[in-house]
């Protein structure tokens, strides 16, 4: 019940039912007045044109016997009447059923009726008389005073009474007639009221579910537009705005996918605050920051989600409403970090940071100040020594030829090392550059790398070092590969790990095959290199060796160019932590396939 009052139903039946009820009621009120007073006014002229007739029979006919048949047929079983003379008493009485004498009394002595028959005048009156028809019963009459006329003479009166239950029956059929018509114009009403909201709210419960859909974001729900009138015109409109909703949904989610690609795939680290400092989006490099910060220091650094650093940056960006750029270090590592406000119209809701690992870039200044001072260092002792000599030579100090050979020798020697750290820089120049030439061609692995043994076996004997190379038998492994460069690399690889071994270690070569690539490996037992240098080893003017001596030292390009040749291969080259001591240099190239 509840549902159809709510229902626009409920309330359009309920309104057109109040308004013809209200209609109804006041047009029944209304014409059962009319009725009445109608059927009333139309009694009394019956009983004037009665009483009328009833004085021309009574002045026309002497007999009483004939006068009384006449009269009785005139008057109705509703209707009585009496001729009174002027004394006020009755002369003929034409009264059919009950109550005849107090009837006649009651009108007799009726003030208003005695005074008519004196002045001669008609009276109409309604009066409460017995009934004609139940003993006991009192009822309404219509009783009218017809005075009569003899010659020039005052004659007497005809009183003429009529029950108006016949009257009050005509009303009530009436009644009945417009209660029926009432009932019968609600049935209707409430037909056509329930038709003609059905055809209003049949297409507004379709599109109270669609709206529903679209809410739950289904913007493909369309309405079918079956009419020209306004509801139509609604569903017409409703479907073009689930179109426009879902373009520019889809608009949206690609520019958040789109802002989203972006965020993910930068490497700075971005974060939006709130007003209230808390963190409203973050990217994964931002995440994984604040992330490693927290385990780190965030449950000592206080209540902050945040380093103390940046909330402090943050406060005075949103109080002040000013950028701010500076750099910080968090857990070892250098960034740069740039905060900027973010406006809601004139306010101020929150503040985006941009946070740049500099770690490199401080480690690439520190490689860079390490180079001069390393190139310094090398070119400054050699550059000393051949002064030195050279002006002893000039000056004539030399007093054997033996000291002049000895002295030309050592700078013959580090002329030699000035000029193998100028090649060095030159082909890593022209690696970076791109316009380093490889010169490829087959080669068989196992008797080059043999060969390479070799050659180092007699540096080996005289560092006490045991120089051995494993492999396969009958193995063949070929490449394609320029072996000038390769044999390059090696001869690097193989030097540095005789030289950083002490006596008695080992140095072992070995080649294996990994599916369809080569694995070189240089394994050796020496000091090692620390594990927090070995990122970094391969990285140009990097010396993992801080002390710079001339007997082991070299000038930090070695392992740089060895890189740059493998990368040119297509090839990797790595280095790890030997299981117990010295370090493994690993270096991976095609397998020329058979």
């Known amino acids: 019940m509840n549902r159809i009052w709510n229902s626009i139903v409920g309330k359009l039946w309920a309104t057109i039912l109040l308004l013809v009820s209200f209609v109804l009621f006041i047009v029944t009120a209304l014409l059962l007045e009319f009725l009445d007073d109608f059927h009333t006014q ?42 009174v003379d002027t004394n ?23 003030s208003m009726f005695y005074a008519a028959e004196k002045n001669n005048k008609q009276v109409v009156k309604e009066m409460i008389l017995p009934s004609i028809n139940e003993e006991n019963v009192m009822e309404q009459y219509l009783v009218l005073s017809y005075p009569l006329e003899k010659g020039e003479q005052l004659g007497s009166s005809v009183i003429i009474y009529q029950s108006l239950e016949a009257v009050h029956r005509t009303t009530e059929s009436t009644t009945r007639i417009v209660f029926l018509s009432a009932f019968i114009a609600f049935i209707l009403t409430t037909f056509f009221a329930f038709f003609l909201s059905t055809r209003i709210t049949s297409p507004l419960r379709g599109l109270r579910q669609a709206a529903f859909e679209l809410s739950k974001g289904n913007f493909d729900t369309r309405l079918p537009v079956m009419q020209n009138d306004e509801i139509g015109q609604l569903a017409t409109a409703f479907n073009q705005m689930g ?23 930068m490497t700075d680290a971005v974060i939006t605050f709130n007003r209230d400092y808390t963190i409203l989006l973050s990217n ?39 950028e701010v750029e500076d750099e910080l270090e968090l857990g070892g590592q250098f960034y740069g970090i740039s905060i900027s406000p973010l406006y809601s119209g004139n306010s101020i809701r929150g503040a985006v940071a941009v946070l740049r690992d500099m770690t490199d870039q401080h480690k690439l200044e520190k490689l860079r100040s390490d180079f001069i001072a390393n190139v310094s260092h090398e070119l400054r002792t050699p550059i000393s020594m051949l002064q030195g000599y050279s002006e002893a030579i000039i000056d004539g100090v030399i007093t054997s030829d033996e000291e002049r050979d000895e002295m030309v020798q050592i700078i013959h020697d580090e002329s030699k090392r000035m000029g193998r750290l100028v090649t060095d820089l030159l082909d890593l120049a022209r690696m970076e550059s791109g316009h380093m030439r490889l010169y490829k061609d087959d080669l068989s692995m196992i008797p080059f790398l043999d060969r390479i043994v070799n050659k180092f076996m007699q540096v080996a004997r005289e560092a006490n070092v ?39 270690g080992s140095v072992k070569l070995g080649i294996q095959k990994q599916v369809d690539m080569i694995e070189i490996t240089v394994t050796d037992t020496g000091v090692g290199i620390p594990q927090e240098d070995l990122p970094y080893i391969f990285e140009r003017f990097y010396k993992a060796d801080k002390a710079r001596t001339r007997g082991k030292g070299g000038t930090g390009l070695g ?12 090839g990797k080259i790595a280095a790890t932590k030997g299981d117990t001591e010295g370090t493994i240099f690993s270096c991976i190239l095609p397998l020329k396939k058979m």
Not at 49 to 76: C, F, P, W, Y
Not at 92 to 110: A, C, Q, T
Request: net charge negative; no cysteine.
């Open 42 to 83: 139309q009694a009394e002229e019956s009983l004037r044109r009665e009483a009328t007739t009833i004085g021309k029979i009574v002045n026309d006919h002497e007999s009483q016997t004939s006068m009384n048949l006449i009269i009785d047929d005139i008057l109705d079983d509703e209707t009585n009447a009496m001729i």
């Open 88 to 110: 006020g008493e009755v002369t003929h009485s034409f009264h059919k059923g009950l109550n005849k004498d107090r009837i006649e009394n009651k009108v007799l002595y009726e």
């Open 243 to 265: 179109r426009q909703l879902k373009y520019h949904v889809e608009l949206i989610n690609q520019d958040k996918e789109q802002l989203s690609s972006i965020l993910t795939s």
């Open 284 to 322: 994964p490099q931002a995440e994984q920051l604040l992330q490693n910060w927290y385990f780190k220091n965030g449950a000592q650094e206080g209540n902050h989600h945040i380093p103390p650093a940046i909330f402090h940056m943050l406060e005075h960006v949103i109080t002040f409403a000013e």
């Open 466 to 504: 045991d120089l051995t190379f494993e492999f396969l038998e009958d193995t063949v492994l070929i490449s394609n590969v320029d072996e000038d460069r390769m044999e390059q690399v090696l001869t690097n690889l193989i030097d540095n790990a005789i030289r950083h071994t002490p006596d008695g």
């Open 559 to 570: 392992l740089a160019i060895a890189k740059s040749i493998i990368d040119s291969h297509g």
